[in-house]
T-cell receptor
Framework: AQSVTQPDIHITVSEGASLELRCNYS??????LFWYVQSPGQGLQLLLK??????LVQGIKGFEAEFKRSQSSFNLRKPSVHWSDAAEYFC??????????????FGKGTHLIIQP | ETGVTQTPRHLVMGMTNKKSLKCEQH?????MYWYKQSAKKPLELMFV???????ENNSVPSRFSPECPNSSHLFLHLHTLQPEDSALYLC????????????FGPGTRLTVL
């Protein structure tokens, strides 16, 4: 069974500073990997995903993530954060079952706080 | 309406009540999902439907009963819930393969008294 670890429960970053959120996964094959963001009172919005090809993926709102198979990691980065980036960030893994719809396995999330 | 909608947005119920959560997707997707989001815990997959057929039940107690009458609508029927069932219930939809993006609704905040 797959699993996802987000080791940082809270991260505080100054506005304009760079950001890296960590995600490690456990899965036997090449996984499908996702980063979602959740603002208070909202559902989850996809930032980016990886399923094959270039290991550096670009997403919305200036985010990017790099898939590193050797480290079983899929860390999320942004070169300069904005106050509006304050939210909860979730990493998720999907299985390559080949059979159709599969639910995602999520990490516990990282709460991002932006300092002015 | 666009995307995935959920009603009601907030629900308070007693342990003996019966209520239903509704999810509707306007994206032409074939798969729909229920997730539970509790404080301090990761999102937990509850049920998966693909082309109206239930393909996954993640060991969910029988007091939660899903229904998928068509690919656009998904319900979660609730009865004799426990206080620990209080959580945010999120619905999602996708085209139906593992690499597809799942689009989430805003959730229903459920409180069981």
């Amino acid at each position: 069974a797959q699993s996802v670890t987000q080791p940082d429960i809270h991260i505080t970053v100054s506005e304009g500073a760079s950001l890296e959120l960590r995600c490690n996964y456990s899965y036997g094959a090449t996984p499908y990997l996702f980063w979602y963001v959740q603002s208070p009172g909202q559902g989850l919005q996809l930032l980016l995903k990886y399923f094959s090809g270039d290991t550096l993926v670009q997403g919305i709102k200036g985010f990017e993530a790099e898939f590193k198979r050797s480290q079983s990691s899929f860390n999320l980065r942004k070169p300069s954060v904005h106050w509006s980036d304050a939210a909860e960030y979730f990493c998720a893994v999907g299985a390559q079952s080949g059979g159709g719809a599969d639910g995602l396995t999520f990490g516990k999330g990282t709460h991002l706080i932006i300092q002015p | 309406e666009t995307g995935v909608t959920q009603t009601p947005r907030h629900l308070v119920m007693g342990m003996t009540n019966k209520k239903s959560l509704k999810c509707e997707q306007h994206l032409g997707h074939n798969a729909m999902y229920w997730y539970k989001q509790s404080a301090k815990k990761p999102l937990e997959l509850m049920f998966v439907y693909n082309f109206k057929e239930q393909t996954e039940n993640n060991s969910v107690p029988s007091r939660f009963s899903p229904e998928c009458p068509n690919s656009s609508h998904l319900f979660l029927h609730l009865h004799t819930l426990q206080p620990e069932d209080s959580a945010l219930y999120l619905c999602a939809s996708s085209h139906g393969s593992g690499s597809d993006t799942q689009y989430f609704g805003p959730g229903t905040r459920l409180t069981v008294l």
